[in-house]
């Protein structure tokens, strides 16, 4: 009797001290610059996103370009990832009751917000807070709208450019766009829609995942890929990655390249390429399939356990065991960062 006494003792202290913590916490007001700061200080990198590498996009060259400057080097990235994660996890503490409309904070021109529609004009940029789980930029000439903030946050990209900033964690943050759905997974990233509803993302902290006609695709920071409407998302690819191989993707993604398109891939493909690969093998079937398998397999090794015929079988088991091994990964991060990334995805079902 005592001790259940004693139990239920603890357990009142318990939910007592929990409803006593802070339901909000704040991050440092300086923090974002220092991570701007940080990603600045990196060794020079191309000053936009990748081109298309196909006419067959709706996308010009410089349209398809994401104006809110360079992508972080290979090595100056981490302490601003770093950083960013510190900032997802602190966000954490927002749980789902970070919702609540948008509002404009800044602007360099003249735009109109009226019932959940924002649009800039042609020499407009605009920033806004996204309820509690971060900011937006805004370019000129962008179509924005807000479909939901609970209990996720929902926007809709209908034409133009964003530069999103999220400190939330996974899964609270979505923008739409008539190609597909980028689903925020931490935590910065620019998103550009051309006038054919076609899309190009880049990830210059964390990871996105691109969601579209039952299909995804992972993309991780510093890599970039493209939507179109009718197609699944397309496969990721590196910025740094050659141009033969950004065009021979587009044929396969896009054109009905098949599995000529498969094999410049593979011609193409460098040892820094094996997210690219990784998710050839479940766009390819048969010998196509079993080719880009030994081509990543020599690149980057399978796990102990996973076999040759579980990849080919798309076993979910061995496919995520090689995924959280490949350079570029977020498995490869160091544990403490995949941690605070975990933590921040168990603290936000509550």
């Not at 396969?252 to 410049?264: I, Q, Y």
């Not at 570029?328 to 960062?337: E, I």
Request: glycine letters at 10%.
């Amino acid at each position: 009797m005592k001790r259940d006494s004693t139990e239920a003792d603890l357990t009142r202290d318990l939910r007592a001290r929990l409803h006593a913590l802070p339901r909000e916490v704040a991050p440092p007001p300086g923090l974002w610059g220092d991570i701007v700061a940080r990603l600045a200080d990196a060794r020079p990198a191309p000053a936009t996103a990748p081109a298309v590498p196909s006419r067959a996009w709706g996308f010009r060259r410089t349209a398809a370009r994401v104006p809110f400057g360079a992508p972080a080097s290979r090595w100056g990235v981490r302490p601003a990832l770093a950083a960013a994660l510190v900032l997802c996890l602190a966000g954490t503490l927002w749980l789902r009751h970070g919702g609540g409309a948008w509002r404009v904070t800044q602007a360099s021109g003249a735009y109109t917000l009226s019932d959940g529609l924002l649009a800039t004009a042609a020499s407009t940029r605009a920033r806004l807070d996204v309820g509690r789980l971060g900011e937006v930029e805004v370019a000129p000439r962008t179509r924005l709208r807000l479909l939901a903030t609970r209990p996720d946050h929902r926007l809709a990209l209908d034409r133009g450019s964003i530069a999103a900033r999220i400190s939330a964690p996974p899964r609270l943050f979505y923008v739409e766009t008539p190609s597909g759905t980028a689903v925020d997974l931490g935590c910065a990233y620019t998103l550009a829609v051309d006038p054919r509803g076609g899309s190009l993302i880049h990830v210059t902290v964390g990871w996105v995942e691109l969601d579209g006609r039952g299909a995804s695709s992972v993309v991780p920071f510093n890599m970039s890929a493209y939507t179109r409407r009718g197609f699944r998302p397309g496969t990721p690819f590196l910025d740094r990655a050659s141009d033969s191989l950004k065009a021979a993707l587009d044929r396969f993604d896009f054109e009905g390249g098949g599995d000529a398109a498969v094999a410049a891939v593979l011609r193409a493909s460098t040892a820094n390429d094996a997210i690219t690969l990784w998710h050839l093998l479940g766009r390819t079937t048969g010998a196509v399939r079993l080719a880009v398998y030994r081509r990543l397999a020599a690149i980057a090794a399978p796990p102990a356990g996973v076999s040759e015929a579980s990849v080919l079988a798309l076993n979910h088991r061995a496919l995520t065991a090689w995924w959280d091994v490949l350079p570029g990964s977020p498995g490869t991060l160091p544990w403490w960062q995949r941690a605070a990334v975990r933590l921040g995805a168990w603290l936000g079902v509550f």
